[in-house]
């Protein structure tokens, strides 16, 4: 039996559930996607990802500012939905909306609940090292990512894979999960079970400051500190990478792969002239990088263009820090 579905999202994460939900056949009788940012060098507004979709469908699209006003309410209420299914929407949904659907609101969230809730769960889960996440379809509540679980599915997390990477494959992975929670809703059938009390973990937003590298810490943490920042935002450090004596001073790096490597020295060093550096424990090699303003280019391409050397220090020498 096909469902009455008020679609709610906003990026690239979302768009393959709202593709299968289409192709299972449901009637999507709105999507709920946040309003279009002014992004590039003309700063025209550009609609979310959702919402590119749903207009190629031809589905009505709101971007309310918020959903805690009467109005806003009042017009969710009127949608008549049997169930809202939310992904990555990126805003609260208060108390009343999420009693309108006739069976609830289902929430596709990535990571294995209730490690991982909240803002950034596949870069927490990359950059702590851990070894599987998911995908999991839980009913919504007032609480942060706390309703009970439908259906959960494991992947492992392979030891070089980047976020994004990850990202990909939890996408895809959470769009038929949600397919197959909407065929058992339709029929009755889906049950929840109360998220465990124990392994609770918040995953809050990545921050400017936190994706700098600290050379400090064990090769091992920052490999993962890489590539859980990884396409986005980036892990950094600031260092002279010699861009001429009219352009002297700290310049920041990014660092989007790594890999781990032999070596010793104090941390931050340049242990040969291929971008291998020490840290607190061990070292990495750097794989991919990208200098502000410029593409992601392989390490070697990188080097051409700069003075580093073996025996030179990664990081700036003004700061008083090695990262």
């Known amino acids: 039996m096909s469902l009455r579905i008020v679609f709610m999202g906003t990026p690239d994460f979302a768009v393959p559930t709202l593709a299968e939900i289409v192709g299972q056949g449901h009637e999507v009788v709105a999507v709920y996607t946040r309003a279009p940012a002014k992004r590039g060098r003309g700063l025209a507004e550009q609609p979310s990802p959702v919402q590119a ?14 959903l805690r006003d009467p109005q806003a309410i009042e017009t969710f209420r009127s949608l008549g939905a049997d169930a809202a299914v939310v992904v990555a929407y990126g805003m609260i949904l208060p108390q009343e909306v999420l009693d309108a659907p006739a069976l609830g609101c289902l929430n596709l969230h990535a990571s294995l609940l209730p490690r991982w809730r909240g803002a950034a769960p596949i870069q927490r889960a990359v950059m702590a090292g851990d070894r599987e996440t998911g995908v999991a379809v839980m009913k919504m509540e007032a609480g942060l990512d706390t ?42 059938a889906l049950g929840f079970v109360p998220q465990a009390e124990e392994g609770v973990a918040y995953a809050r937003k ?22 859980g920042l990884s396409p986005f935002p980036g892990a950094f450090v600031l260092a002279d990478l010699g861009k001429g ?21 104090a941390p ?10 020490a840290c607190g424990e061990g070292a990495v090699r750097l794989l991919q990088v990208q200098r502000a303003g410029k593409g992601v280019v392989p390490a070697a391409d990188f080097l051409n263009g700069t003075h580093l050397r073996k025996g030179m220090l990664l990081a700036a020498a003004d700061s008083g820090e090695t990262a």
């Open 53 to 66: 979709m749903a207009e190629r469908f031809g589905f009505p699209v709101f971007t309310p500012a918020t």
């Open 147 to 188: 309703g009970p679980v439908a259906m959960l599915e494991r992947v492992a997390i392979g030891p070089d894979e980047t976020s994004g990477e990850l990202h990909d494959r939890l996408s895809r992975l959470g769009a038929d999960l949600m397919a197959r929670a909407l065929a058992a809703l339709s029929r009755g």
């Open 206 to 227: 990545i921050t400017n400051e936190e994706a700098r590298i600290d050379w400090a810490w064990p090769a091992r943490q920052v490999h993962d500190h890489v590539r």
């Open 245 to 265: 004596p009219e352009r002297k001073g700290p310049e920041r790096l990014k660092i989007l792969r790594t890999a781990l490597a032999e070596g010793a020295g």
């Open 268 to 277: 931050g060093t340049l242990l040969d002239d291929h971008l291998t550096v």
